[in-house]
């Protein structure tokens, strides 16, 4: 399975499969583009565990844009240092970047955040 998702009070959890591969990434994309108009959430939250790939970084990237579209609020959970800068450097828009769910979730109905950043356990 390429994606699991939960759905709860206007929060759609997306997680990505950790071994997401480039041919997977439209896939997935049509995968989140369904899930929205089904559940046209407030907010989506995109669980990336695992390796931070080229494959797994466009997905992200193109379920950003999908968000970004539906406007829906965008979040995503990784582990990964790299993710941060890499999402600064290829977005106009600020994105949240957790390094758990549980956090995620309890900001998800927070004000956006001004510029991209990484939110650190212990903060």
């Known amino acids: 399975m390429l994606l699991t998702h939960t759905f709860d009070e206007g929060v759609l959890v997306v997680r990505l499969a950790p071994a997401l591969a480039v041919r997977h990434r439209a896939v997935v994309t ?25 494959a797994v970084f ?15 609020r965008f979040a995503l959970v990784t582990t990964s240092p790299a993710a941060a800068d890499q999402l600064a450097s290829n977005t106009s828009d600020p994105v949240r970047v957790y390094p758990s769910v549980a956090r995620a979730l309890s900001e ?5 955040a001004a510029p991209t950043e990484t939110v650190h356990a212990g903060e």
């Not at 998800?108 to 956006?112: D, F, I, L, R, V």
């Open 30 to 54: 049509l995968g989140i583009e369904e899930l929205l108009q089904a559940h046209r959430p407030a907010h989506l939250v995109v669980m990336a565990e695992g390796v931070w790939t080229p």
């Open 58 to 72: 466009s997905t992200v990237l193109r379920a950003h844009r999908t968000a970004r579209e539906h406007h829906v």
């Open 108 to 112: 998800a109905c927070s004000p956006p």
